[in-house]
């Protein structure tokens, strides 16, 4: 098992770096150290969200609602920033709406014990209607002023966008959490057996509520660096569907999709490898209703993969436990 | 085992009357703030603007009572109309688009059969990546048309009203609930179905191939949105790349408000088609109040949350009263 995982990983990184260089091949303006820096610019939000979903994944739920999500925090924070609120306060609150929105996913969840599908399926289609409805313009923002715009278009010595960096101290929190805290532990316990997670004395539910919370603040950045990039205009419907590349990041990342396996890094390594399919399409004069496609087929595979790769352990398993064989499904 | 039987099918019928006086109800609420909704003409419209999603609903029913969900139902029907006014506005044969447009739907429902049956892959997840490959391709192949224009004797698939105002639509929807519920309850159908979604090993230990049974009702359910998008066509009479946008959602909900619970096991055809209903005088009702389709979609939303709640309630009183949960199988299987 653990030589699969580590040889999984350095495949993937041998596909992502391949890619790489046949995109940069493809195109010159890429060539330079500065066109990587703003690839790092593009893809850091993607990171982020994905990180986000595949804390979800991890407890063997779902949230279909995330990019709606997304969408309501960028307005939140635009419409406070444009309104004139320092960053010291529009920040926090555009997290605080992230949080808000994911946790009570997560509390219909658990306190319901409703499939999360469901659930973020049925808020995906409040919030786009709740959008639309309610918001004047459809909640499109024009004008930011600068206190919001300043930081995702701000760069470190002028190279390294500062995006990049939250992107950086966010993975590597996360992967120090998941390897190292109790918290961490628990939605691996969770996902892999919620029964097992109980009586090893971690509330199943407790845990999936919690781990939306953390997935609201993770949204919340992710939408932030994403909204901050721009340099005149918030639109929050363009978050819609970005749901879709999280999990196919995650998925194609080696995140289980019943729980309890995967790693952080890995969805790392699957949102750059999606993000860079996409662009390599767009860069090879695809039109982008493809990517609905090639997405579909990325998450259809990806998950074939580790479905098959479960089996085989799971034979393995058996002929080793006669009794493992009551795990079922 | 007797006993639980006798609460199982007491508390189905709750819930369907339930559902009735809901629908009723509405009806008597819309028709207080717009008297013309009781005039049989509108009243009956609404049977019509639920052709295509009362059909999918129906399909959804048998799926969902499997413990699956088919989330690629709208944007099949969309790849559907798509194939059907292409081949249309290519050869001219009604025929041929029909017999096309209802094999792409076939195919589309064996793909995600294939895949959930052969492979351990969740229907959620297999569905979910369909939902996207079928829109993508619906986009592909469409390009930038909108087909439009459909011949005069075509639309008469929809828009005939029979003694000037019982649609053609419910005429269909009836036809599809009569066989599916048929045989959903008699034989042995429904029983494997809600064996399926209560235990699938438990079915496949009494000696039924629970995957054959999987593939055909995911089949049923992409012929069926193959049939929808001819009956959605006949009546919006142009074939975009957009009209699959959000049916999944307001299939699922008529499924779910009908009483059947996602986790599998439990299911009512009936309480669908009541549902459907109820979905369709809401949305007869937010025209006539002229409001927006996107509120309409957020109310759905709500009232598909509301539904999940409830039913999570009732079973928790149930539980509470001795008849076994449905939400305890599920958190110890999960």
């Known amino acids: 098992m653990q030589t699969r995982r580590v040889l999984t990983k350095e495949l993937m990184l041998g596909v992502i770096v391949a890619l790489f260089i046949i995109f940069l091949s493809l195109t010159t303006r890429f060539f330079s150290i500065s066109g990587l820096f703003s690839l790092m610019l593009d893809v850091s939000p993607t990171i982020v969200g994905t990180i986000a979903m595949t804390l979800i994944i991890f407890t063997g739920n779902i949230d279909i609602s995330a990019g709606t999500i997304m969408g309501f925090v960028a307005y939140a924070s635009a419409d406070l920033a444009r309104a004139g609120v320092p960053m010291i306060v529009f920040v926090p609150a555009g997290l605080l709406v992230g949080v808000v929105l994911a946790g009570l996913n997560g509390y219909i969840t658990v306190q319901f014990k409703v499939p999360s599908i469901v659930v973020t399926l049925a808020m995906n289609m409040v919030h786009i209607g709740f959008f639309a409805t309610f918001l004047p313009n459809s909640g499109w923002i024009e004008g930011v002023p600068t206190s919001f715009t300043w930081f995702g278009n701000g760069r470190l010595f002028g190279l390294v966008p500062y995006v990049f960096l939250v992107t950086v101290a966010v993975t590597a929190l996360f992967m120090f959490i998941m390897k190292y805290s109790r918290f961490g532990k628990g939605l691996y316990a969770v996902g892999g057996s919620q029964q097992a997670a109980a009586l090893a004395g971690i509330s199943p539910d407790r845990t999936v509520f919690r781990v939306f919370l953390f997935e609201g603040l993770l949204l919340g950045v992710a939408a932030l660096l994403k909204a901050m990039a721009t340099t005149n205009d918030v639109l929050p419907s363009t978050f819609q569907g970005r749901e879709m590349i999280l999990i196919a990041g995650a998925v194609v990342g080696g995140v289980g999709i019943f729980g309890g396996t995967g790693k952080i890094i890995g969805a790392v390594y699957g949102a750059i490898l999606v993000y860079l399919l996409s662009v390599t399409m767009i860069y090879l004069g695809f039109q982008d209703y493809y990517q609905f496609a090639l997405q579909g087929i990325i998450i259809l595979l990806a998950v074939y993969l580790t479905v098959v790769d479960l089996k085989k352990v799971r034979r393995r398993l058996r002929h080793i436990f006669a009794h493992t064989g009551a795990k079922g499904r | ?87 249309l506005f290519q050869t001219h044969l009604i025929f041929l688009a029909v017999v096309l447009a209802l094999v792409v739907g076939l195919l589309g429902g064996l793909l995600n059969g294939l895949i959930i049956s052969r492979t351990r892959i969740p229907p959620l997840v297999t569905t979910l990546a369909t939902m996207y490959l079928f829109r993508g391709i619906s986009m592909i192949v469409a390009g930038t048309h909108t087909y439009s224009g459909f011949p005069e004797n075509f639309k008469k698939v929809s828009n005939v009203t029979l003694f000037g105002f019982f649609p053609i639509q419910f005429i269909y929807l009836l036809v599809i609930f009569v066989v599916l519920n048929v045989l959903f309850n008699r034989g042995s159908l429904g029983r494997v179905l809600k064996g399926i979604g209560f235990n699938e090993n438990a079915v496949i230990f009494s000696g ?15 012929l069926i949105s193959g049939l929808a998008a001819i009956i959605y066509l006949g009546r919006l009479s142009s074939a975009t790349t957009s009209m699959g946008d959000g049916l999944n959602l307001q299939v699922v909900t008529a499924v779910v408000l009908g009483g059947t619970s996602v986790f599998g096991g439990v299911g009512s055809v009936s309480g669908t088609f009541i549902a459907t209903m109820i979905i369709g005088v809401l949305r007869k009702g937010f025209t006539l109040l002229n409001l927006s389709g996107n509120f309409f979609n957020f109310t759905l939303g709500v009232i598909l949350i509301a539904s999940l709640i409830v039913l999570a309630v009732v079973d928790k009183r149930k539980a509470r009263r001795g008849v076994p949960p449905l939400a305890a199988k599920s958190s110890a299987e999960t």
């Open chain 2, 1 to 87: 085992m007797a006993g639980k039987q006798v609460g199982g099918l007491r508390s189905k019928i709750t819930h369907r009357v339930v559902l009735l006086f809901a629908l009723i109800g509405l009806i008597v609420v819309i028709g207080i703030f717009e008297p013309v909704f009781f005039k049989p003409s509108v009243l009956f419209d609404v049977t019509a603007l639920m052709g295509e999603i009362g059909l999918m609903a129906l399909a959804q029913t048998y799926i969902i009572t499997t413990g699956g969900i088919d989330l690629s139902v709208g944007y099949n029907l969309q790849l559907c109309a798509i194939v059907f006014g292409m081949t």
């Open chain 2, 208 to 222: 039924t191939n629970s995957k054959r049974y999987l593939l055909w009702i995911y089949a049923l359910s992409g």
